[in-house]
């Protein structure tokens, strides 16, 4: 799973879909073209908030062929990090602030898998959390939102401090790229994109747009403008 274009990718996140009918809310995210699914599993322990676990991922796997990008808010992911291979995560991510003994094996069983393995850190957790694991990452999924809930404000506050600097401590370890979940819409894309975003992660302004196809479209290209400048994308 890589980056098929130039510029940033858009990744749909279901959370604020209608989950009575997932495959078909994929599909239309399909459609409407955004380059990867974003599933959010959360297990109302780490995070206030219940979603769905890998049964439900494994279900809708045959709904589409593009990646599915796991952001697992979980209090145990090491427990669980084999359900969620088996059940079709291209990649996954959890975050840093859980128990740390279960971090840098959970990591590597999923770069053995051949898939891309990723951290990610609140608002208020420092990038320099993920110094242990440089050698372990693919992604570093910064939150510009407190994790639990859809439809949040966006912390620009947040992004500006985090997002070029986790571009930059990532080209250091030569890990792959840098996303960005939390508030994402036309109003935040130009912040999104000066950060020299590669993932951004989009849920409720799809979802709730009248013309899902226009929103991803007008995003995309308004993050890619101001992304342009910052990493000289062509």
Not at 4 to 19: E, K, N, Q, W
Not at 132 to 154: H, K, N
Not at 176 to 193: R, S, W, Y
Not at 215 to 234: F, K, N
Request: aromatic residues 6%; hydrophobic residues 50%; contains cysteine.
């Amino acid at each position: 799973m890589g980056l098929r274009r130039p510029g940033a990718l858009i990744a749909a996140s279901v959370l604020d879909c209608d989950l009575a009918a997932l495959g078909d809310e994929i599909r239309r995210a399909e459609d409407a073209g955004v380059d990867r699914i974003h599933l959010d599993v959360m297990d109302g322990h780490f995070v206030p908030n219940l979603t769905f676990g890998w049964k439900t991922i494994e279900a809708v796997r045959r709904a589409t062929a593009l990646p599915f990008d796991a952001h697992l808010m979980i209090a145990e992911p090491g427990r669980w990090t084999d359900k969620f291979l088996d059940a079709g995560c291209d990649s996954i991510t959890f975050h840093v602030e859980v128990a740390e003994p279960q971090i840098a094996p959970s990591l590597g069983r999923i770069r053995e898998a051949g898939r891309l393995a990723g951290l990610s850190v609140k608002p208020g957790t420092p990038l320099a959390s993920l110094d242990a694991y440089r050698d372990l990452l693919d992604i570093v999924l910064v939150m510009t939102v407190e994790p639990g809930f859809g439809g949040q404000s966006f912390m620009a506050d947040v992004a500006d401090a985090k997002l070029l600097a986790a571009r930059a401590w990532l080209s250091a370890s030569g890990a792959f790229e840098v996303q960005v979940d939390g508030g994402a819409k036309l109003a935040t894309a130009a912040v999104i994109g000066r950060g020299g975003t590669d993932v951004v992660v989009v849920g409720s302004a799809l979802y709730r747009a009248d013309d899902m196809t226009a929103e991803v479209a007008s995003i995309r290209a308004a993050v890619d403008a101001a992304r342009r400048p910052t990493l000289g994308d062509a």
